[in-house]
């Protein structure tokens, strides 16, 4: 059994210690926020925070997880206010299918936790491993730019 403490909740997972954390919080915990997309740590659909870093969690094995807080998308929103960067995507309708959104939008709180006024280029620095297959890279920066000052 391994306790994990996820969106400030400890919870116990009967998982092999090599699962991936993606598959425990989707499969297990059932937070399905967090996508699957190349599952080689390539894309950024699966991105969570561990920690005070921001992990692809389909390469990140659960044993890795233990003892660190994990936050995922759905564990950004406070009150049932969504994260500035999720209202800012939602305000500038920023995404097309969203597959890419949940990863982006938890690297994307991050980056402006850690530099509230990061400027655009640090924001697609922040976002270059997220793929977008939409093409919607550029509004999704604008947006999260649009979000600094209220993150
Ligand atoms: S699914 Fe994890 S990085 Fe692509
Ligand atoms: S909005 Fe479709 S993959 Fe990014």
Redesign the pocket.
Known sequence: MTELQVNGETVAVDADGETPL?TVLRDELGLVGS?????????????VRLGDAVV????TPLWQAEGQPVTTVEGLARDGVPHPVQQALINSQAAQCGYCVSGIVVAAAALLEREPDADADRVAEALDRHLCRCGAQRRIVAAVLAARGSA
């Open positions: 993606l996508r699957f997309g190349c599952g080689q740590g390539l894309c950024g659909a699966c991105v692809p969690a389909c390469d």
